[in-house]
């Protein structure tokens, strides 16, 4: 198996799974306490979530919370949802769905432009009842970097809140500046099924899901232990080994340019992540390469939108045609893959490639 799909999930580091065991405690164990109890099982699981909640902080910015939420998605809808209700949501025209949708689902939404280098450029107008700019940090489908910090000073000069969903630069590259940040944990080498919204100190959000009051109130459920300590432990793997990890990811990056040099490349080369490699070979059968290279996991673009037989919305915005947009491939890579493993797939796809006549 050669997996190059790190833009959908990520393995599990060995870290966050050997944090996780200790909390999937049975009967004759002590850590499978409930950490909204009072008795001592239950603190020593509450323990484990405010070690873990340091341990994702340290990636964010100075004087914020974390709240932990069952991912990235239930983050973001809690940042836009939790604003209320009144005034415009500017994002950008490649935010993924669950900002896109939400903000369309929460009022009046503005859609802001992009470049066909995949880049929302802030020298456009916002609205002027503006409450709100969700602009991502680094493109689920295409890997471009976004210009936040413009963002984010014209979300202020506008009297807006700046929400940035980092889920795919969170333990890759500096986490940009922000008034709410989202992230997930499988996108870093954590488990699936746990997120978190970060939350600048004075930003006010209103629960959205009620019950027990449990995350200052602002998100309530029981919190899983296991989950919230395996991502606690991938958040401080990465922070440990951003750099080293970089590093790998620019040669792998290197090796993949070279291999795959006659594909068209889809979005910024400069202004971008170096483990995204989003290329196209036009009147390329997407499905007939995923059907005959099965031994390569890869994407044709986000993997919460497959099956949907739309083209990609991120493609379209940058200008490409339907047909270019449905001959593009996405090859994620990161900390666990090899340089064998590129050359091995480049092989695969480019011989696949060819046998289609391109």
């Known amino acids: 198996m050669n997996y190059l799909d790190y833009q959908a999930t990520t393995p599990l580091a060995p870290e966050a799974r ?45 004087g914020g919370r974390v709240i932990f939420t ?15 209700s ?5 994002v950008s ?23 066909a280098d995949g880049l929302c450029n802030a020298d456009q107008e916002l609205p002027a ?38 889920v795919q630069a969170y333990g890759k590259i500096a986490v940009t500046d922000a008034d709410m940040i989202a992230i997930s944990a499988h996108k870093f080498h954590g488990p699936k099924g746990v997120g978190a919204l970060w939350v600048r100190d004075g930003v006010d959000l209103r629960e959205v899901q009620t019950g027990g009051g449990q995350e200052f109130g602002l998100r309530s459920g029981t919190l899983s232990p296991a989950l919230v300590a395996g991502m606690g432990a991938a958040a401080q793997v990465a922070a440990e080994r951003i750099e080293q990890d970089a590093a790998h990811v620019e040669a792998l990056w290197t090796r993949a340019r070279e291999r795959f040099a006659d594909w068209t490349h889809n979005g910024s080369a400069s202004e971008r992540w170096h483990g995204n490699l989003n290329i196209r070979r036009d009147g390329l059968d997407v499905a007939r390469l995923m059907s005959e290279c099965r031994e390569v996991m890869f994407s044709a673009g986000s993997a919460c939108a497959s099956g949907s037989g739309r083209p990609s919305h991120v493609l379209k915005a940058i200008g490409l045609s339907d047909a270019q947009a449905k001959s593009s491939i996405r090859l994620g890579f990161g900390r666990y893959t090899t340089l064998e493993e590129i050359d091995a797939a480049a092989s695969i796809l480019n011989a696949a490639a060819q046998d289609q006549g391109l």
Request: hydrophobic fraction near 45%.
């Open 70 to 84: 069952g991912g990235a998605t239930e983050a973001l809808n809690l940042a836009i949802r939790g604003r209320g």
């Open 129 to 166: 009842d503006t409450r709100l700019v969700a602009i991502m940090q680094v493109n689920n489908e295409i890997g471009t970097i976004q210009p936040t910090v413009d963002w984010q000073r014209k979300a202020r000069e506008a009297g807006a809140l700046y929400l940035c969903d980092a």
């Open 18 to 62: 050997e944090a996780m065991l200790r909390w999937l405690g049975g009967p004759d164990s002590d850590s499978f306490g409930n950490p909204h109890s009072a008795h001592r099982m239950g603190r020593m699981a509450k323990a484990a979530i405010e070690l873990a909640r340091e341990q994702v902080a340290a990636l964010m910015p100075q």
């Open 86 to 90: 009144g005034g415009s949501v500017a």
């Open 93 to 115: 025209a490649i935010e993924h769905a669950a900002v896109l949708d939400t903000a369309q689902d929460a009022g009046t939404c503005h859609v802001l432009g992009v470049s």
